[in-house]
């Protein structure tokens, strides 16, 4: 019973002086309001981000070339420190790599997606003009990228050197006024590296707005599928890659697996003195990513929860204000009986009172702001439940620790001084 007429105490004080409560609770609602914020913003961009980089293929495994650094030892010889600015065509990765490793780890490939980039284009019909990125790509690229097909078929291995293209429904309704299955076999002109060429539609994909279109309002540059061969061949007959993607089957550690990758294909370039192999997932770029969020949220966080110890010191402030202010109500309890622990909580209580409201509403408006900026940002807004709750446990710890002190100046007073004083 004594710990609710406490509270019940705390909340008459305060509502006898509401302003200079809201005053004294500004620090503490500034400080968890500023903390909540940050942090909801901060969970709904790194969960934009993962789901973004997950809707790429969480077991995707890129293999790239990398240039050799002075200390690579690879080579077993003379390395230079820096290797070409473009790798020769003897650099590359070869069709019979890919084939050998293809054939080494059968049960772990679920598929292998190739692609040879023609660069940016446009397309010209009429008084339109579309902007385009041209890339010859194998079948089993739609496989790595999740391409929703939604008429007609994608490229496959058989179409060799065929001028036919996959295009998006964004672009289709750009060129031709619709995205149906109409659009299919219908002729479009296309230049790329200062040559005109023509192609016939043979799928349409669904266009995927990664967000930043949207937010910039910019016009959308959608990738045109054409088959390898002809790539190959408009690019002068180059036939190697500098990267490439790997899926991993299902079932397969995508870790584990990662470092075999890179270590076969690092095999065919120990002799190499300019680059080596490596290799990449998405989710370790996806750990990478959410730990260094984590790491500038948390630097944030701990900036903004500074005004917290001032609104701590605010707290104590206004806890020894108001024991100057009470001192004969602390005397006649003293000299009606209280004991000094009953004096010591009766201001604990008021001072946790006092951050515990100041708390909730740095909460709400942390909750508020954080939802605000990412809806801002195009991002859904995630409050931390763990975030409020740590919110408000260290706002009962600062209401304890600073209305200590005051707290026990009061149980510590002299009954007979007290009531003598004015």
């Not at 790595?144 to 672009?171: C, M, P, T, W, Y």
């Not at 690019?235 to 990758?261: H, I, K, P």
Request: charged share 15%; hydrophobic share 45%.
């Amino acid at each position: 019973m004594q710990l609710f007429d406490n509270i019940r105490l705390a909340f008459g004080s305060l509502w006898a002086n509401k302003l200079r409560a809201l005053l004294t609770m500004l620090g503490i609602i500034i400080g968890i309001g500023s903390v909540i914020a940050i942090v909801t913003l901060g969970d709904s961009l790194t969960g934009s981000i993962t789901d973004s980089l997950q809707s790429f293929g969480i077991n995707n495994i890129t293999v790239s070339l990398q240039q050799k650094s002075e200390d690579d030892e690879t080579s077993g010889g003379a390395v230079r420190m820096f290797g070409l600015a473009n790798p020769s065509s003897e650099d590359l990765f070869t069709d019979a790599m890919i084939e050998e490793f293809r054939s080494a780890y059968p049960e772990q490939i679920y598929a292998i997606a190739l692609d040879q980039s023609l660069g940016s284009g446009q397309v010209q019909q009429g008084d339109t003009t579309v902007q385009v990125t041209a890339m010859g790509v194998n079948e089993e690229y739609a496989l790595a990228n999740d391409l929703n097909l939604l008429h007609g078929r994608f490229i496959k291995d058989s179409d060799g050197e065929r001028q036919i293209a996959v295009v998006s429904d964004v672009f289709c309704e750009s060129v031709f006024g619709q995205s149906g299955a109409s659009v299919l076999g219908q002729e479009f002109e296309l230049t790329v590296n200062g040559q005109l060429l023509k192609f016939y539609v043979a799928g349409v994909y669904e266009y995927d707005d990664d967000g930043f279109v949207s937010m910039t309002g910019s016009d959308p540059v959608t990738e045109l599928y054409l088959p390898l061969e002809t790539a190959q061949k408009l690019n002068g007959g180059e036939t190697g890659y500098q990267s490439f993607t790997v899926v991993a089957s299902t079932g397969t550690d995508t870790t584990a697996f990662l470092e075999q990758v890179e270590s076969f294909f690092a095999s065919f370039y120990t002799r190499n003195e300019s680059y080596t192999a490596t290799a990449s997932s998405m989710e370790s770029m996806l750990e990478e990513m959410t730990s260094m969020l984590n790491t500038v949220k948390l630097a944030i966080s701990a900036i903004a929860a500074i005004s917290l110890l001032v609104g701590g010191i605010g707290v104590m402030n206004i806890m020894l204000v108001s024991i100057t202010e009470r001192t004969r109500e602390i005397g006649t309890r003293k000299a009606l009986g209280a004991p000094g622990f009953a004096i010591r909580m009766q201001f604990i209580t008021e001072a946790v009172v006092i951050c515990l409201v100041g708390g909730a509403l740095g909460v709400a408006l942390g909750v508020g702001l954080g939802a605000a900026g990412a809806g801002l940002l195009g991002y859904a807004a995630k409050p931390s439940l763990s975030a409020i709750g740590l919110a408000v446990g260290f706002s009962m710890l600062i209401g304890v620790f600073f209305g200590y002190y005051p707290a026990g100046k009061a149980a510590k007073m002299d009954p007979i001084e007290a009531l003598r004083y004015e």
